[in-house]
């Protein structure tokens, strides 16, 4: 019988869309629930999606209120409480203390298994790590991803071999300094030969190109991504 894994992740539209098919895809034994962001109702609004998503103390802030509502409403109905976000540069291991110390206090969730994973910087750095399957094989791209991969190392210093090293902490922003996802944006637009040619989008490109992306592949370049990986693969395969 399949898991239950409660799903509360950080970032956007963008990168929601792109992290349940992908976690589908790879650990069929769960069944993932998005439990945050909520879902965008049709209307107006909804076409603001990408930027509503929270991250850092305000995604743990959300955690905090939707999350014994959830445990009330739907009892014994949870295997295992997964908290997904960008890094955005901060520390692994103070970022996971503090969402852990939060659940803690959480009486309702004590005896349900929590796990807490990173993307870093942000989840393109996945698209990175598997450059060949992700944006090398994409139409929009094929032509121009070997000039794209070399302005990005020698612009702005992407390692492709360790692309969750990226950028650096910024203390004012609480962020990184760069974003991971302006850079790939940038190497689609160098000059004038990309004018008429498909832009990087965040929005449209990072949730396709998740899907193609070889899980084995990456984690062999990032390491917070293959102990996200290594978890639910157990977690998955043997509750």
């Not at 098919?21 to 049709?42: E, S």
């Not at 996971?96 to 110390?101: A, D, G, P, R, S």
């Not at 949730?207 to 990456?218: G, K, S």
Request: glycine share 6%; with cysteine; hydrophobic share 35%.
């Amino acid at each position: 019988m399949a898991v239950v894994v409660w799903v509360y992740s950080g970032g956007g539209e963008a990168e929601v869309r792109g992290l349940f098919p992908f976690l589908d895809k790879t650990f069929p034994g769960c069944i993932f629930i998005r439990k945050t962001p909520a879902r965008q109702k049709p209307g107006p609004k909804a076409n603001q999606a990408g930027s509503y998503g929270r991250t850092g103390k305000s995604l743990i802030e959300q955690i905090k209120q939707e999350l014994p509502i959830a445990l009330k409403a739907e009892p014994n109905k949870c295997d295992l409480i997964l908290v997904f976000d960008d890094l955005d540069c901060r520390d692994s291991q103070i970022q996971k203390t503090k969402i852990l110390t939060e659940l803690s206090k959480i009486p309702e969730c004590a005896d349900i298994e929590k796990f807490v994973g990173f993307a870093a910087p942000e989840i393109e750095a996945w698209i990175i790590a598997d450059w060949n399957n992700s944006i090398a094989k994409n139409s929009h791209f094929r032509g121009r991803h070997k000039r794209m991969r070399w302005w990005l190392s020698q612009e702005k210093n992407v390692r492709f071999d360790i692309p969750e090293s990226f950028s650096e902490y910024d203390s004012d922003k609480d962020c990184c300094r760069e974003k991971l996802s302006e850079a790939l944006v940038k190497s689609s637009v160098q000059d004038e030969v990309d004018r008429g040619q498909a832009r990087f989008s965040k929005g449209d490109h990072t949730p396709l190109l998740l899907r193609e992306i070889d899980p084995n592949e990456v984690q062999k370049k990032c390491p917070l991504f293959r102990e996200l990986y290594n978890y639910l693969n157990n977690f998955c395969c043997c509750p």
